[in-house]
Nanobody
Framework: QVQLVESGGGLVQAGGSLRLSCTAS????????MGWFRQAPGKEREFVAL????????LYADSVKGRFTISRDNAKNTVYLQMNSLKPEDTAVYYC????????????????WGQGTQVTVSS
């Protein structure tokens, strides 16, 4: 079992930055690829970024490429999402997720989820 807790959300002006954190419990954290997803009101949960268990491989949605950076610290059981040049369309609840099988960008393929943290970007 893995429990995930996100933090770092908040209200920021367009063009600003935030860093989200997701801390995991359990000794198996370092064996999982970790993903970030987001869900805006009335929309489906969408893939944002993925990092491999080692941290060497990273994947991003086209909408955030060049602005967001995913990283992890296995010694701290924590994965991060650095978000720069934020836009109003980035407003959503952001979730971290672990332990997927099959398609990494499909939220239904993940077994563990955090409770989410709200990010609001004002124009």
């Amino acid at each position: 079992q893995v429990q995930l807790v996100e933090s770092g959300g908040g209200l920021v002006q367009a063009g600003g930055s935030l860093r989200l954190s997701c801390t995991a419990s359990g000794r198996t954290f370092s064996s999982y690829a970790m993903g970030w997803f987001r869900q805006a009101p009335g929309k489906e949960r969408e893939f944002v970024a993925l990092i491999s268990w080692s941290g060497y491989s990273r994947l991003y949605a086209d909408s955030v490429k060049g602005r967001f950076t995913i990283s992890r610290d296995n010694a701290k059981n924590t994965v991060y999402l650095q978000m720069n040049s934020l836009k109003p369309e980035d407003t959503a609840v952001y979730y971290c997720a672990a332990d997927y099988s099959g398609t990494y960008y499909d939220h239904t393929r993940y077994n563990y989820w955090g409770q989410g943290t709200q990010v609001t970007v004002s124009s």
